[in-house]
C-alpha cells in the first residue's frame, strides 16, 4: 500500500482554471506538507499542516490554498492557474513526539502543467 | 536564512567505484538532516536521517556523516551499482517543534553508474 498518495499524477490544464491536488497519508502521521519542485528541481516548502491547524505558509500567492479535512488529507486547490505554476507539486508527512521527529516521507508528485 | 548547497552537481562513476556526495549548510542550528533519492518522474524516498545529536548513520552500502558545527554533510555509497544512478537530495530541518518542520532542500547530486 502507497504511505502517501496523490492525486492525479498527471494535470493539464489551461491558463486561468481552478483546480486542485489531492493527497492522503495512511502513515498515522499528524503533520502534512506541500512542496514545489520548479522546472530546475529545486525543491522549496509551500505549507505545513499539524493537526488540520495551519502552522507553515511560506511566501505563497494566495491564489493557493490548502485544505485539511482531517489528519490524514491535505489538499491544495489553486485558483487562476498561471503559466509559472507549472511545476512537480509533492505532498509529504511526519509524526512529531517521535525519535524520529521530522523524518518526512513524500507522496509520487504531481506534474502539473499549464498552457 | 538557511542554505544548503550540494557538490558535485553531478557525477559519473563505473559500476563499483565508491563515491562521496557533499551537503553544506550555512545554519548550523538544525534539528536533523535527511538525505533522499530521487528516480526520474518519481518522488523521493527518504535513504537516512541523522539527528543533529549524532555523528553518523548507515543503511546497507550507505553513510551519512554529520558534522554540524562546521556545517557539513557527506553520503558515502560504496560499491555502486547502476541502480543507484538517480538525484540525491540533502535536506535539513530546523528546530523540534512542528513550526521547525521545514526541510530546506539543496539542489541535489545527479548520479549516473555506468555499468
Known amino acids: 500500500d502507497t504511505a502517501v498518495s496523490q492525486t492525479p499524477k498527471y494535470l493539464v490544464t489551461q491558463m486561468g482554471n481552478d483546480k486542485s491536488i489531492k493527497c492522503e497519508q495512511n502513515?498515522?502521521?499528524?503533520?502534512m506538507y506541500w512542496y514545489k519542485q520548479d522546472s530546475k528541481k529545486f525543491l522549496k516548502i509551500m505549507f505545513s499542516?499539524?493537526?488540520?491547524?495551519?502552522?507553515i505558509n511560506e511566501t505563497v500567492p494566495n491564489r493557493f490554498s490548502p485544505k485539511s479535512p482531517d489528519k490524514a488529507h491535505l489538499n491544495l486547490h489553486i485558483n487562476s492557474l498561471e503559466l509559472g505554476d507549472s511545476a512537480v507539486y509533492f505532498c509529504?508527512?511526519?509524526?512529531?513526539?517521535?525519535?524520529?521527529?521530522?523524518?518526512?516521507?513524500f507522496g509520487p508528485g504531481t506534474r502539473l502543467t499549464v498552457l | 536564512k538557511q542554505e544548503v548547497t550540494q557538490i558535485p552537481a553531478a557525477l559519473s562513476v563505473p559500476e563499483g567505484e565508491n563515491l562521496v556526495l557533499n551537503c553544506s549548510f550555512t545554519?548550523?542550528?538544525?534539528?536533523?538532516l535527511q538525505w533522499f533519492r530521487q528516480d526520474p518522474g518519481k518522488g523521493l524516498t527518504s535513504l537516512l536521517l541523522?539527528?543533529?545529536?549524532?555523528r553518523e548513520q548507515t543503511s546497507g552500502r550507505l553513510n551519512a556523516s554529520l558534522d554540524k558545527s562546521s556545517g557539513r554533510s557527506t553520503l558515502y555509497i560504496a560499491a555502486s551499482q547502476p541502480g543507484d544512478s538517480a538525484t540525491y537530495l540533502c535536506?535539513?530541518?530546523?528546530?523540534?517543534?512542528?513550526?521547525?518542520?521545514?526541510?530546506?532542500f539543496g539542489e541535489g547530486t545527479q548520479l549516473t553508474v555506468n555499468p
Open positions: 509529504a508527512s511526519s509524526r512529531h513526539g517521535t525519535s524520529r521527529v521530522n523524518e518526512q516521507f
Open positions: 541523522i539527528q543533529s545529536s549524532q
Open positions: 499542516y499539524n493537526n488540520k491547524e495551519l502552522i
Open positions: 502513515l498515522g502521521h499528524d503533520t
Open positions: 545554519d548550523s542550528a538544525i534539528y536533523n
Open positions: 535536506a535539513v530541518s530546523h528546530g523540534r517543534g512542528t513550526s521547525g518542520s521545514r526541510l530546506t
